[in-house]
């Protein structure tokens, strides 16, 4: 692959914030029956075919492998014709990393397409497109990558397609395929992103300029058609440009903006970037008189494949509530927020993994593979980490437990799929994971900090006895894995592991006075909920675990999802719906189309973790198994349940329900 490609450029001299356009003028006279552009670029690219905007969006965040990127299979077969064809290409190179990308030492394109006999060389026409600008102020929050959108059109008038004017000249060699920085180049294993057409839309006068409101929360790009007595600044970002911090985190976030300069006369504006809300709010001087506003949606390319509907008004929006959540968290990654952070945090992704599952089409499993394999591949010799691929990756030694347990992002992928490949993949990385948690004189794990020793936020985490829950069933995914692949180089430490736990456990943290299990004199929801679902607590005392799970209320929107799961496993579903909707409440009844990251607005207005009540109706209450086959539940605390999905075969599946309760 790229064998008679090379990494090309403008210039040697290059800046961080830098566009580059790039063209290559093609002659067909006999069309092939198909033509597959491959196109890899440090960071972003937009590609256009005869005018036509073809790729919005283009190229994966790296790293693929460390030190590795990705290339984008792009078929262009319908926009080619006989005769003169004009690509296009607008590069937009980064300079810096984040939370969800790993910073590049250099940019460049590499481009070949052997149907058309077209490859990237010293004689590619291109310029530095010098009417982007580097912002004047502050920069955006450092938690994920690229800049501010400056436009200067006094500079250069603005086209969508590239327009290389008298600044042409011929690209200069910047390396070949393979070289560092670049590394090797791996297919981008995900589909291109979906996009559409301009979308105007009607404007609310504010004090400062114009608000549009949207559908619902999304991912879009901004424009303007206006007329103008020129260098006015236009400034357009969304209501969810300013966010909050996680709970505890009082610190203010800011995500991207667009900037406009204008120059004299009608012209128009499109942000080649994307941002997220539920609000475009376009800052526009009096002087500006205009004539269309507008925006493009972009975003993963997945269709939701399952319904719910129940006579409670309530359940319903909660669960359309899920579904977006879920949505506007795929892009490159899984993600946990897409105003603040975009990190692919991996407990974030455990919780999203049955939500996928259940209300995803197959490109959503790609997605969730490619977060397994980013997960395991780019781990940091033994140890797990999240927010991979990412400069400011972190081990969450809890988090890392989670995506390698029972209930954890790999079981549920495995458990849809049958996919060995990734559990062939992760077995070995983690048992070694595993291994890297010392015991005590009993044989029993240690809680290990990593870089963060987190288990959840607020209050009264009892985190001796999730470390060990969360550990435990841990062992046991990886005992179940090794009988899968029949792989026994481990056994003797899972087993030795697992006795040790399974010997101490009752004795040292089940509290008989109060029936509850506790490292102090406290009780905690999350705790015992993971007692349950980890199979350390005894069906007996289910009876006495009831009461804490019913009238203990620490867990944020993370936890919550394993207190409901373990209520339903417990056989307790009427409780659990009744908790779930008492404490869903102020997130149903909001104005937003997505869950808030905790029950009191403390961090942004959606979050990954948040969508788990989606698995809980699905999974317990509409009596969907995680292999996507139907179960028979008992009663159901939700009347006239009627629900539809895609089984495991790719079959439509109806299902309705009736009770009394």
């Given amino acids: 692959m790229f064998d008679r490609s090379k990494w090309i450029w403008p210039s040697e001299a290059f800046e961080k914030n830098q566009r580059a356009d ?26 256009f075919v005869n005018g036509d905007l073809a790729v919005f969006d283009g190229g994966l965040f790296r790293e693929s492998a460390p030190g590795c990127g990705y290339y984008d299979k792009v078929d262009i077969s319908e926009r080619i014709r006989l005769g003169q064809n004009r690509i296009s290409i607008s590069v937009w190179y980064y300079g810096n990393g ?20 077209l490859y990237s060389d010293e004689t590619a026409v291109c310029a530095i497109n010098d009417a982007y600008e580097m912002p004047s102020d502050f920069q955006p929050t450092f938690l994920y990558g690229g800049n501010h959108t400056v436009y200067n059109a006094e500079k250069r008038p603005f086209t969508l397609c590239p327009a ?11 390396g070949q395929h393979g070289d560092a920085p670049w590394g090797e180049l791996i297919e981008r294993p995900v589909p291109l992103l979906r996009f559409s057409s301009r979308i105007p839309c009607k404007a609310e006068k504010i004090d400062n300029g114009y608000s549009v409101s949207l559908p619902y929360a999304m991912h879009f790009s901004p424009y303007i058609k206006i007329k103008a007595n020129g260098g006015e600044r236009i400034v357009i970002h969304s209501d969810r440009y300013e966010v909050n911090g996680g709970p505890g985190d009082f610190n203010h976030y800011y995500g991207h903006r667009a900037e406009y300069i204008c120059r004299a006369g009608e012209q128009e504006f499109e942000m080649l970037d994307w941002i ?6 376009f800052h526009i001087p009096e002087s500006v008189q205009i004539s269309e506003l507008g925006y493009r949606e972009s975003g993963y390319d997945s269709e939701v494949v399952a319904s719910f509907e129940c006579n409670e008004t309530n359940v319903n929006v909660l669960f359309k509530k899920c579904v977006r959540t879920l949505k506007v968290c795929m892009r490159e990654n899984y993600m946990d927020c897409p105003d603040r952070e975009r990190g692919q945090w991996i407990g974030d992704v455990s919780v999203q993994a049955p939500q996928i599952v259940y209300l995803l089409d197959k490109n959503g499993l790609l997605l969730l593979k490619k977060a397994i394999r980013d997960f395991i591949t780019l781990r940091k010799g033994d140890r797990l980490v999240g927010n991979v691929p990412g400069d400011k990756f972190s081990e969450l030694p809890s988090q890392s437990l989670n995506a390698i347990s029972e209930i954890g992002m790999i079981s549920v992928y495995y458990d849809a799929t ?86 101490t456990f009752k004795k040292r943290y089940w509290r008989e006075n109060g029936g509850y299990f506790a490292s102090g004199d406290f009780a905690d929801d999350r705790a015992n909920a993971m007692a349950v679902l980890s199979g350390l607590c005894d069906k007996e005392k289910y009876p006495r ?49 997505t869950l808030w990251e905790d029950f009191f ?23 969907i198994r995680p292999d996507l086959t139907v179960q028979d539940t008992d009663i159901s605390p939700l009347k006239n349940l009627e629900c539809s999905f895609i089984d495991k075969d790719g079959k439509a599946v109806k299902i309705q329900k009736q009770t009394d309760l």
Wanted: hydrophobic share 40%; glycine share 6%.
């Fill in 545 to 593: 675990m009831r009461y804490i799970l019913t009238s203990v209320f620490n867990s944020t929107t993370y936890m919550e999802n394993y207190v409901l799961s373990a209520l339903c496993e417990m056989g307790y579903k009427k409780e659990a719906f009744l908790r779930m909707m008492s404490r869903y409440h102020n997130l149903i009844c909001n104005e937003n189309s």
């Fill in 22 to 47: 790039f063209q290559f003028d093609i002659t067909v006279e006999k069309k092939p029956e198909s033509i597959t552009l491959n196109i890899g670029t440090e960071t972003k690219y937009w590609l």
């Fill in 164 to 174: 290389i004017d008298e600044c042409k000249k011929t690209a200069v060699v910047l």
């Fill in 418 to 503: 049958k996919d060995r490949s990734v559990l062939e993949l992760a077995f070995e990385p983690a048992v070694r994971y595993l291994m890297l948690w010392e015991t005590d004189d009993d044989g029993v794990v240690l809680q290990r900090k990593g870089n963060w020793e987190w288990y959840d936020h607020l209050y009264n985490c009892d985190k001796p006895v999730l470390n060990i829950c969360w550990y435990y069933s841990a062992l046991k995914f990886a005992k179940k894995t090794a009988s899968i692949l029949n792989d026994r180089r481990f056994d003797g430490f899972i087993n030795e592991r697992m006795t040790a736990i399974e010997k």
């Fill in 601 to 623: 607005h403390l961090g942004t207005k959606n979050h990954a973790w948040s969508g788990g009540p989606a698995t809980v109706l699905l999974r317990y209450f509409a009596g």
């Fill in 276 to 281: 997220f809300g539920e609000k475009i709010l």
């Fill in 98 to 117: 984040g939370r969800n990308n790993s910073f590049c030492q250099k940019p460049g394109l590499i481009l070949e397409c052997d149907d058309l006999g």
